[in-house]
């Protein structure tokens, strides 16, 4: 089928030809790709099999290697390997994305590449042939490698921006919620009183 569609030029009625088999089967899988991306159901496995599987990495840049020693405020996130995304409870995201801006250090979020065959092979399930002749074998692989493309390529950037957001989020709430309790903390203290000599009363200041 793929190579009725090879050719340099525009085929009959000006349809666009391809320069080989592998060209059209890349089109079709990218095609297949992005409708199988779009699917609400799909996009809620892949979201929690991304939260689950993402870490964070950092990587100090030349500016940060000088600025970012122990004592600075950005000095716990200077190396981060692969901190799950589960990890992150406190103010350490927004950090990160601070000295990020300041330009001391680069990070990533991301899948680990050695996961991700894994994750493949969970979503494939669904959608692979148990079929075990040729034929059937050849399309599993056409089906395994447009799951890929689907995942790798197509949500998991878009969940990178979401976890982005979400973590940011909820490390403002954080900072929020802990200045919250130390501004109660202070209003909630008693009125200081001394006791004034030979008075026996107490006074408030």
């Not at 890349?26 to 779009?38: D, V």
Request: with cysteine; glycine share 6%.
């Amino acid at each position: 089928m793929a190579a009725a569609h090879v050719g340099r030029e525009a085929g009959p009625g000006g349809v666009v030809q391809f320069p080989s088999a592998e060209h059209v089967l890349r089109a079709a899988r990218h095609m297949a790709a992005a409708e199988i991306a779009a699917e609400p159901g799909v996009r809620a496995v892949v979201r929690d099999i991304y939260w689950r599987h993402a870490v964070v990495n950092t990587k100090p840049t030349p500016a940060g290697k000088e600025a970012l020693d122990p004592f600075h405020l950005f000095g716990g996130v200077k190396h981060l390997h692969k901190k799950p995304l589960a990890a992150f409870s406190d103010d350490c995201f927004l950090k990160v994305n601070a000295a990020a801006k300041a330009g001391f250090l680069e990070y990533e979020v991301l899948v680990p590449e050695e996961v991700v065959p894994e994750l493949v092979d969970e979503m494939n399930a669904m959608y692979a042939s148990e079929g075990v002749s040729r034929h059937a074998r050849a399309w599993n692989e056409q089906r395994y490698q447009t799951l890929r493309v689907a995942i790798t390529s197509m949500l998991f950037p878009v969940l990178r921006k979401e976890v982005e957001g979400r973590l940011l989020l909820e490390a403002r709430e954080w900072v929020g919620a802990q200045m919250a309790d130390s501004m109660w903390a202070k209003a909630s203290m008693a009125p200081w009183r001394t006791k004034v000599s030979g008075a026996g009363v107490d006074e408030e200041e």
